[in-house]
């Protein structure tokens, strides 16, 4: 149950319109995430177009979260951050699913 | 790395799964179309699965740590008594890296902190990308004198399973680590390198995880350069032919075998100055060996009983291909199918025969495998685990898509490699333990001392690596 608090915690407090961008989540993309969100390779949404993500999002980001935690379509498991931690993971959905880079 | 130009690139696309577009059938991919389904492990009461980038080893860590600095870890290590396996790009295919206590990132040890412009040594934080850190040296107008042809590992990955490109005359990548720090299982930290800790140096330059863990490596790296990659199709016996001449002739060299095939994908490398590589980097001199294997690929998926006829025609119509380009962009390929690989790397005098031998044994036990099957030479070293300590060797790597059986095959292979003293990559599918790397590598236990020396709680010991190192030997 505690885990599950601090997930939703996650989750929530991700969606803020104040959420800040932490330089390691721009990292971490740049070294795991842009190699197939970059150019939207084998169908993955493209990072920071809001349009592209819209359609994921509407399923929820718990869901989002789950599959990039178990892999997706062609994407492996934990996306190509095998060293990711589940919070990384959120940021990052956050991130990409933005307007544009920041 | 330019990887959008990597994936479209026709040349790329045949390498990225080594002639393997062949995976496209196989809904094998990295990050590329594939069914819509949740392959990978779930979470299990709010926690998190572990699992490598081919999905074949998973753990369920209970702790994950991300030490900041080097006072972050040391703390980490001296407050702490539990197991503790450190994570990288996540790129083995064997059981290194499962835990079900604490798994350790590495990622805020990134980048490269210190060039030596005299002697051209960088030293670079042990949870740096290969790939990442070919982009930072080539700003800085150095090179890595010889690089894998993945290149997502992380650093101190590729350097703790004596990770390699090919070329008889370059040694692996631990080969050229002139320094670096380790810190051990109480939390000291001990600077290593030829004129330091000696022995330790020379046991951590190809680790396995199992000493401790590694905060930053240097290495000696050159000028840059800029290479031209020229691959072309051959009959079977006309390549084999040629391939000892191509293995000292050229810097480097590889070879992908087809399996029922008769024809064989030579590759080979070499270094161009800047003004050939720019004149001829925009042409497209390219043949037709993505089309060609990609109808290849959806025939066979289509028809399978046409396997053996369709591999030994459609690769006849591949023609010539040559790219140009700086080193790390040539040397680096995205895997965008994922697979599952064995590797052994016997004597390089018996790699054509062995080689020959994997080839045939793959059609007469008619083996249900369309995977090339990847052959490179490499030089010797003096690294004590080192698959090419004090032997120049032959790497062979079979490999099966993630998502098929691989143990059968990689069974039969691995008899083959065994009856050539084969060496596995330490981090590649096997199934040696300690009885028999005793035999294979002469500073075995030489290796143990340091490594119980270091680590007498067996803190870095997992499961795996109990079949390794013994508790009771």
């Known amino acids: ?102 | 790395m330019d990887i959008k130009s990597l994936k479209f690139s026709r040349r790329h696309a045949l390498k990225a799964t080594g002639v393997g577009i062949i995976a496209g059938m196989a809904g094998s991919s990295g990050c590329s179309s594939a069914p819509e389904k949740a392959a990978g492990p779930q979470s299990i009461d709010g926690i998190m699965p572990w699992s490598n980038w081919s999905g074949n080893q998973v753990s369920y860590p209970a702790e994950r740590a991300r030490p900041r600095n080097i006072d972050a870890l040391t703390k980490l290590l001296k407050e702490s008594d539990g197991k503790i396996r450190a994570v990288g790009a996540g790129h083995s295919f064997s059981g290194l890296v499962p835990t079900n206590e604490t798994l350790l990132s590495m990622a805020r040890f990134r980048g490269i902190s210190n060039i030596n412009t005299e002697t051209k040594e960088v030293t670079a934080g042990a949870g740096t990308r290969l790939a990442a850190l070919g982009d930072e040296l080539w700003e800085n107008k150095l090179g890595m004198i010889n690089m894998p042809d993945i290149n997502t590992q992380a650093l101190a990955g590729a350097i703790a399973t004596s990770t390699h490109g090919t070329g008889q005359q370059f040694g692996s990548l631990s080969s050229y680590v002139t320094g670096l720090t380790l810190v051990t299982a109480s939390g000291e930290v001990m600077k290593c390198s030829a004129t330091e800790n000696k022995d330790v140096f020379d046991a951590a330059r190809c680790n396995i995880g199992s000493l401790g863990i590694i905060t930053d490596i240097t290495m000696q790296m050159r000028d840059s350069y800029y290479l031209k990659e020229r691959s072309e199709m051959l009959p079977i016996e006309e390549a084999f032919e040629k391939m000892e001449k191509l293995r000292l002739e050229k810097r480097h060299f590889e070879a992908y075998g087809l399996p029922h095939a008769n024809h064989m994908l030579l590759i080979e490398f070499e270094e161009v100055s800047k003004e050939e590589s720019d004149a001829k980097q925009g042409e497209a001199v390219s043949g037709d060996a993505y089309e060609t294997f990609r109808t290849l690929a959806d025939v066979i998926d289509m028809m399978p009983f046409l396997r053996g006829a369709v591999m030994s025609i459609a690769p006849r119509t591949v023609g010539v291909e040559e790219r140009y380009g700086q080193w790390n962009h040539i040397f680096g390929n995205v895997r965008d199918m994922r697979f599952n690989e064995m590797e052994y790397t016997v004597p390089a005098e018996d790699g054509l025969a062995c080689f020959r031998e994997v080839l045939n044994t793959i059609k007469e036990k008619d083996i249900d495998i369309i995977f090339p099957i990847e052959y490179r030479y490499v030089g010797e070293d003096d690294v004590w685990l080192s698959q090419f300590y004090q032997r120049a060797g032959a790497s062979i790597s079979v490999h099966n898509f993630h998502d098929k059986p691989y143990m059968p095959y990689f069974a039969e292979m691995e008899a083959i490699f065994d009856r050539y003293q084969g060496r596995p990559h330490w981090g590649k599918v096997h199934t040696k333990t300690e009885q028999e790397f005793a035999a294979l590598y002469p500073q075995w236990e030489a290796f143990k001392e340091v490594r119980e020396r270091l680590d007498p709680n067996r803190r870095f010991i997992n499961e795996h690596l109990e079949t390794i190192f013994s508790a009771t030997s």
């Open chain 1, 1 to 102: 149950m505690r885990r599950k608090l601090i997930l939703v915690a996650l989750l929530s407090f991700a969606s803020l319109s104040s959420w800040a961008i932490d330089p390691f989540t721009v990292e971490l993309y740049q070294t795991s995430c842009n190699i197939c969100h970059g150019a939207g390779v084998g169908d993955a949404p493209i990072a920071f177009d809001a349009e592209a993500w819209a359609e994921r999002l509407s399923k929820g980001k718990e869901t989002l979260l789950a599959n990039a935690i178990s892999g997706f379509k062609g994407m492996p498991p934990l996306g190509m951050c095998s060293d990711c931690t589940k919070e990384d993971l959120v940021d990052l959905i956050d991130y990409m699913s933005a307007d544009k880079a920041q």
